[in-house]
Nanobody
Framework: QVQLVESGGGLVQAGGSLRLSCAVS????????MGWFRQVPGKEREFVAA????????LYADSAKDRFTISRDNAKNTVSLQMNSLKPEDTAVYYC????????????????WGQGTQVTVSS
């Protein structure tokens, strides 16, 4: 099993920044990819960004490109999402996820999920 705990959410004004972190524990050796997703009430959980746990290659949703940066620290077993130039439409619960498969944006290919952290961007 892999356990994921997110932190760093909160309230920020439009144009501001937030940094989300995800602490990873358990069978980290089984992880190939780490990802961030987000969800608003009544909508599907959507992909934001992913990073290969060992190689570091990244993948971003169009909505995140040029504003968000995903990174990982294997020594500390953490994954972070730096979010800049935030917009009200970025308001959502953000989830950290781990996959045993290759770098992917597909939700069902992620095997483990955190509980989520709320991000609210005011206009």
């Amino acid at each position: 099993q892999v356990q994921l705990v997110e932190s760093g959410g909160g309230l920020v004004q439009a144009g501001g920044s937030l940094r989300l972190s995800c602490a990873v524990s358990g069978r980290t050796w089984s992880i190939y990819t780490m990802g961030w997703f987000r969800q608003v009430p009544g909508k599907e959980r959507e992909f934001v960004a992913a990073i290969s746990w060992h190689g570091g290659s990244t993948l971003y949703a169009d909505s995140a490109k040029d504003r968000f940066t995903i990174s990982r620290d294997n020594a500390k077993n953490t994954v972070s999402l730096q979010m800049n130039s935030l917009k009200p439409e970025d308001t959502a619960v953000y989830y950290c996820a781990a996959s045993r498969g290759a770098r992917t944006s597909v939700k069902v290919e992620y095997n483990y999920w955190g509980q989520g952290t709320q991000v609210t961007v005011s206009s």
